[in-house]
């Protein structure tokens, strides 16, 4: 009877499929990061919309570039960070204006969405909705590394030889920062830019010596911190929760000068071909208890209204000892990248990346 | 013994085991100055594995080798008073001529200059002057093999060692090149030691033949020695064509003896001093050219054996012709065509008689019984 | 006559369309694959950005390669390593394919080449993953050393050039070993007894006889190995941690990273130049053609 039953069950479902597909059955082809598309959550939004759904996942870079490869086509909505969608928009003109309209605005933190739709506006066009956000800091051995505060620290004696951090933009924003300078202030201006950027560098190349080396995987830090061979790091918060939970000394710290904050966002590829079933996935993903999955995969926090209360109590006392009010209210978000910005940036990469 | 007499090189109960099989066993004798001795056996015989004993690419298991009376076991190959041409001669390819012929004086430390002048000299001397800076796949079979012997004579070795340097020449060059490396060895007067499985080469050129089977000589001799009285039936099968039959001593009186074929024929025959007797398994070997054709019987009246038969074949071969003649039984004999015209009207299945004298069939024990 | 002469040009017609049957896959992966992309990339190259989607057409790509000293010295640096392993390959690849193609028979050679080739039945990234393993301070040469008293405390050796060298060398023994055992092979071996017969001694043979039989081995190995040296992009990475900076982590950042298609499409083309260059230097001093050693 079993049997029988899952059979009518299967040719049911399969003709309920059959027939519905050429209304609005389509393929999402989802280019985002690793755990903010997890296995129960798109068997959940195939099972209720009957789309399906392909995942790619990569980072920011890799998707930009991606895209800019094809024009903005291959993929039907990505999830870069909210401050690298104005400039490429700009620049290479990958991505679509949102329908707000096919938005449930209501699912969404409300400051977090105005937020991000004032970050994302391109001639007056919004191409941008927030999802997941998060911050990079230190992940600290508390055992070892007690002293640090700040990334400058991170030069210290103290920790000589046992540090680690990214050759990418946020640690050259994060020392700026830490080194009382402003650099989403110098923003707009190229001429204080560069010259920030230069103590900057000045500082990572003294810094050198220090570092085991950089981390560019998030896998390859875990491992550097689990075997003991970092006892200091900048990344991301998540990262550090994650350590955690093997190693009470580890954590997730705001570094004194603030936590840097990311939002990672939903943006149609300009030539997404399924925007029905990507609005179908923003609405699906942004429920309280989906966003509250999301969380528990990720590690992040979503922008989603109330779905606090679904993620599980660790996860929440982990954030809340990484982040008491006045760190959260500290936090330093990312405004938009001007375009062209990462040419200046990435000569002082390689010059530090070079120095000996 | 005086060094003039001394042999150049003398092997002593030499003996090689790979493994479990014998290839070289309890093998003696001594190549005097200056001559050309060959060893001829088929492929697998155990030959090379002499010649490499000699050039000291292999240790014996047994026995000694000495040069000039001096035993080189103890001398590395690139120590010892021997050199070798290869089968396929070995030439360096990355070398031009001149280079190649004077690797071994390098390797002495001879001085550039007298290198040099060595070398123009042996060009000269092998007939090819001038070719010292063409490069070696710029040469003829023939050339590539006197730059092979002149790269060993310019060391001016004790005893040159020659594996079936021939080997891979065609028919014609192959003649020229017997004629060619006899004049050579004159000229060098060297001693030379050469091994192969062409008895034409062997018997051409060598002052002296050992004939090699299943590791060790069968005869040593000089060609016509061995062509005219192989001791052994290996040996008459080998060296020379010969036609053979095996059967059983019926009568035998003193050395001469009668023999039944397997197929009925009744032949006459010699065995000097190899005892066999009324009743022993025999083969008999008879040289085709030993064999007189004759158009009737009357022609053959002096010959102890007689045979009647018909013209099976006719093999033309310019003065190596010959016929094959089927008896009465169906057995065949071949017989050299005589080049006085006589036969040249024969065809097949022409009645002919052939006869032979009892000398000329040369008879030996057969193994089994 | 004349029917002959039409019969001929018929089979000539029919062989011309063999050929081109023939080389049509080639021509079309020539183009598509190789040409096409390379020309595109070399117009790339010339665009330089004078604003948000303003594009002209110069060389200042190609102006800040050479003006800006990093860049040059990266590449100068990736060039001299590329070399040293090339040459520690063939110092290392040289005696083991000796002893494959020379002084092993049957079964024991097949089973030496396989060694070879064992490393190449995981991918580069398990293998590089591998070296980690062994090399970093936590890992188990260091926790060896340790135990066996040689060295006090943890001993880092990952993160330098040395372990970038051990990583491209590694990686390139196979490319090293299959040209010279095949060249080696085809040394007759009587050329190597009539050199120890004529007098020579083992040094004298390697010096005269083997190494000048080997050079388009030696030349098509080195080609082969000194470009996938060059072109690594995973070794470097992750073997040399901070100090890396390989010239393809320069593409692959000013691509991926900075956004900057224009420049790194100029790398891309000086690293072809130049390594083209190279190559030819090398084939020019050793006496080899590119025909000689590929085919």
Redesign the interface.
């Known amino acids: 009877m079993k049997t029988l039953s899952f059979g009518l069950k299967f040719t049911a479902s399969a003709l309920a499929l059959g027939l519905a597909a050429p209304a609005n059955a389509d393929t999402l082809r989802l280019l985002t990061w690793g755990g903010y598309a997890p296995e129960n959550v798109i068997e959940m939004f195939e099972a209720e919309t009957g789309h399906t759904v392909e995942v790619t996942t990569s980072n920011n870079?890799?998707m930009?570039?991606k895209l800019?490869a094809t024009g903005g086509g291959g993929f039907d909505l990505a999830q870069p960070s909210q401050d690298r969608i104005a400039g490429?928009q700009?620049?290479?003109?990958i991505y679509k204006p949102m329908d707000l309209s096919k938005i449930d605005a209501a699912l969404f933190i409300p400051s977090m969405l105005e937020a991000t739709k004032a970050n994302t506006t391109v001639s007056g066009e919004v191409y941008g909705v927030p999802h997941v956000w998060g911050t990079d800091g230190l992940v600290l051995n508390t055992a070892e590394a007690a002293s640090i505060k700040d990334y400058t620290d991170l030069c210290s004696d103290e920790v000589a030889?046992k540090v680690s951090y990214r050759m990418?933009r946020p640690t050259l924003i994060g020392f700026a920062f830490s080194m009382g300078m402003d650099p989403f202030e110098a923003y707009a201006d190229e001429a204080a830019y560069t010259e920030m950027l230069s103590k900057v560098e000045e500082t990572l190349i003294a810094c050198?010596p220090n570092?085991?080396?950089?981390w560019?995987g998030g896998d390859e830090l875990m491992g550097l911190v689990r075997?003991?061979?970092v006892v200091a790091a900048m990344a991301w918060d998540t990262g550090g929760w994650k350590l955690n939970e093997d190693n009470a000394d580890v954590t997730f710290v705001a570094p004194a000068s603030g936590a840097l904050g990311w939002i990672d966002t939903f943006v149609i590829p300009a030539k997404g071909q399924a925007d029905d079933a990507a609005y179908a996935w923003i609405n699906f993903v942004m429920k309280p208890e989906v966003a509250a999955m999301i969380t528990e995969s990720a590690g992040n926090f979503t922008a989603s209204q109330g779905a606090d209360e679904f993620v599980s109590d660790a996860l929440k006392a982990r954030y809340q000892a990484s982040f008491p009010q006045e760190a959260v209210d500290n936090i330093k978000w990312y405004p938009p990248v001007p375009?062209?910005l990462?040419?200046l940036?990435?000569?002082v990469?390689?010059?530090v990346?070079?120095a000996? | 013994m005086t060094a003039s007499t001394l042999p150049d090189l003398e092997c002593d109960c030499l003996t090689k085991h790979f493994g479990a099989s014998v290839a070289v066993d309890d093998v003696s004798f001594s190549v005097p100055a200056g001559s050309f001795f060959s060893v001829l056996g088929p492929s697998g015989c155990g030959k090379t594995t002499i010649m490499r004993m000699i050039a000291g690419f292999l240790e014996p298991t047994s026995g000694d080798i000495r040069i000039k009376g001096r035993s080189v076991l103890d001398v590395p190959p690139n120590k010892r008073p021997v050199n070798m041409v290869f089968q396929h001669l070995a030439l360096f390819p990355m070398m031009n001529i001149a280079d190649n012929i004077g690797y071994g004086l390098r390797r002495k430390g001879m001085a550039k200059g007298e290198i040099a002048r060595k070398v123009d000299e042996v060009l000269d001397r092998i007939g090819l002057p001038g070719i010292g800076t063409r490069r070696v796949d710029e040469l003829s079979g023939g050339q590539k093999q006197r730059v092979a012997i002149a790269r060993c004579m310019v060391l001016e070795p004790d005893v040159l060692l020659l594996d079936e340097p021939l080997g891979a020449l065609d028919l014609k060059l192959r003649e020229h090149m017997k004629i060619e490396l006899k004049a050579l060895q004159a000229a060098f007067d060297t001693t030379f030691v050469y091994i192969t499985h062409d008895q034409s080469e062997a018997l051409v050129m060598s002052d002296q033949i050992a004939v090699m089977n299943t590791g060790r000589f069968e005869q040593m001799g000089t060609a016509r020695d061995l062509y005219y009285r192989p001791q052994t039936a290996f040996v008459a099968g080998f060296v020379g064509d010969a036609n053979r039959w095996q059967g059983r001593v019926i009568r035998a009186e003193g050395e001469a003896l009668e023999i039944k074929t397997d197929g009925g024929l009744i032949l006459r025959g010699v065995g000097p001093g190899r005892g066999l007797g009324i009743g022993d398994k025999a083969e008999v070997f008879v040289r085709p050219e030993a064999i007189r054709l004759a158009e009737n019987t009357a022609q053959l009246s002096h010959f102890d054996t007689q045979i009647s038969g018909h013209v099976s074949t006719i093999l033309f071969n310019g003065a190596a012709s010959r016929v094959i003649v089927a008896d009465a039984s169906g057995a065949e004999i071949e017989v050299t065509l005589p080049q006085s015209g006589e036969f040249a009207h024969l065809s097949r299945g022409m009645t002919v008689h052939i006869g032979w004298s009892g000398e000329q069939g040369n008879c030996f024990a057969a193994q089994g019984r | 006559m004349l029917c002959r002469a039409g019969a001929v040009t018929r089979m000539r017609a029919g062989q011309k369309l063999g050929l081109i049957l023939l080389l049509t896959p080639l021509l079309l992966w020539l183009s598509l694959l190789i040409i096409i992309p390379h020309i595109d990339l070399f117009l790339l190259s010339l665009r330089e950005r004078v604003g948000v989607r303003q594009y002209e057409t110069s060389l200042a790509n190609y102006t800040t390669i050479l003006t800006e000293p990093l860049y040059m010295v990266t590449f100068a640096r990736t060039a001299i390593m590329s070399i040293l392993a090339t040459a520690l390959t063939l110092l290392i690849a040289f005696p083991v394919s000796y002893y494959i193609a020379k002084m092993v028979r049957g079964r024991a050679r097949s089973v030496l080449f396989l060694m070879c080739l064992i490393p190449f039945w995981v991918s580069e990234l398990v293998r590089t993953f591998g070296w980690m393993i062994l090399l970093r301070e936590s890992g188990v040469i260091s926790g060896l050393l340790q135990w066996a008293g040689l060295a006090a405390g943890p001993v880092e050796m990952l993160y330098n050039d040395a372990s970038i060298m051990v990583g491209l060398v590694y990686t390139s023994m196979l490319f090293m070993v299959v040209p010279l055992v095949t060249t080696l092979d085809s040394l007759d071996d009587a050329v190597i007894e009539a050199g120890y017969d004529l007098g020579g001694s083992g040094p004298s043979i390697l010096r005269e006889i083997v190494i000048p039989h080997a050079v388009p081995g030696i030349v098509s190995g080195s080609i082969v190995v000194f470009m996938l040296s060059l072109g690594n992009y995973l070794t470097p990475t992750m073997l040399g941690g901070k100090d890396s900076l390989w010239f393809t982590q320069m593409i692959y950042s000013q691509f991926i990273v900075r956004f900057n298609w224009e420049l790194g499409a100029a790398f891309g083309f000086m690293l072809l130049v130049l390594s083209s260059l190279i190559v030819w230097v090398v084939l020019r001093m050793t006496g080899q053609t590119l025909e000689k050693t590929m085919g």
């Open positions: 870079e890799e930009i570039a800019r490429p700009e620049e290479f003109g030889g990418r050198k570092v085991k080396t950089y560019s075997s003991g061979e375009a062209g990462e040419a940036e990435g000569a990469l390689d010059r990346q070079a000996r």
